[in-house]
């Protein structure tokens, strides 16, 4: 169910759209499930895009570790579990 003063907010977007509300309302839900699945890297530019955002959404904090530790800390974990963080 759509409160009355919601569904005639929807329905003046819609009408600025020049769509009907069921068409505009089907249109955000297919924007709002698209933006939730994940996005398929196909191509070397679709990689270092996505490397390039997590460079931003990660600005100033450490860098992981290179493999070699990441590798003895594993082996670590497997002989004496998950260690307390």
Known sequence: MIEEAER??????????GRSLSEWLREAGR???AATRPRRLESREDLEGFFAAMDRL???EPREE???????RIG??????LPDV
């Open 8 to 17: 005639e907010e929807f329905r003046e977007h819609a009408r600025r759209e």
């Open 31 to 33: 924007q709002r499930v």
């Open 58 to 60: 990660h600005a100033g």
């Open 66 to 72: 290179d493999w070699p530790t990441q590798k003895e």
């Open 76 to 81: 670590r974990s497997r002989v004496r579990g």
